[in-house]
C-alpha cells in the first residue's frame, strides 16, 4: 500500500507560480513510479508528468514541458511539482498518482493504483 497525501493548491494569475507537494507514505521501492494528473470539469483525466525513482527520471506533456518542474526529496518522500508561468487552461485538480511497474511508467491513469486526495488549483486571466 501506498499513501500520498497533496498540497500547495490555490488561486493565481496567469503568469503567476505554484508548487504542489505529494508527500508519500508505505512500500515505496525503486520500481515505483509517481506521476502527477490533472482533471478540470467534464475533462477526463490528464497525465502531467512522471518521476521514475528506477533511473530518477522526469517526463512531462507537452502542454506543461518548460513551465513544470518536478523535483524530489528523497528523505522527506515527497515530491515537487514547480509550476510556473501558469495559464488558465492549467486551471484543474491536481492529483499525485504512484504505480509499481517492472518496467516504463505509463501515462494512463487506470495504471496506476495508489491516488492522492487532490488539490485544486485555479488560475485567473
Known amino acids: 500500500q501506498v499513501q500520498l497525501v497533496e498540497s500547495g493548491g490555490g488561486s493565481v494569475q496567469a503568469g503567476g507560480s505554484l508548487r504542489l507537494s505529494c508527500a508519500a507514505a508505505?512500500?515505496?521501492?525503486?520500481?515505483?513510479?509517481v506521476s502527477w494528473f490533472r482533471q478540470a470539469p467534464g475533462t477526463e483525466r490528464e497525465w502531467v508528468a512522471t518521476?521514475?525513482?528506477?533511473?530518477?527520471?522526469?517526463s512531462y506533456a507537452d502542454s506543461v514541458k518548460g513551465r513544470f518542474t518536478i523535483s524530489q526529496d528523497s528523505a522527506k518522500n515527497t515530491l515537487y511539482l514547480q509550476m510556473d508561468s501558469l495559464k488558465p487552461e492549467d486551471t484543474a485538480t491536481y492529483y499525485c498518482?504512484?504505480?509499481?511497474?517492472?518496467?516504463?511508467?505509463?501515462?494512463?491513469?487506470?495504471?496506476?493504483?495508489?491516488w492522492g486526495q487532490g488539490t485544486q488549483v485555479t488560475v485567473s486571466s
Open positions: 498518482a504512484a504505480a509499481v511497474v517492472w518496467g516504463p511508467c505509463g501515462t494512463l491513469a487506470p495504471l496506476y493504483a495508489y
Open positions: 508505505g512500500a515505496i521501492s525503486s520500481r515505483t513510479c
Open positions: 518521476y521514475r525513482r528506477a533511473d530518477t527520471t522526469v
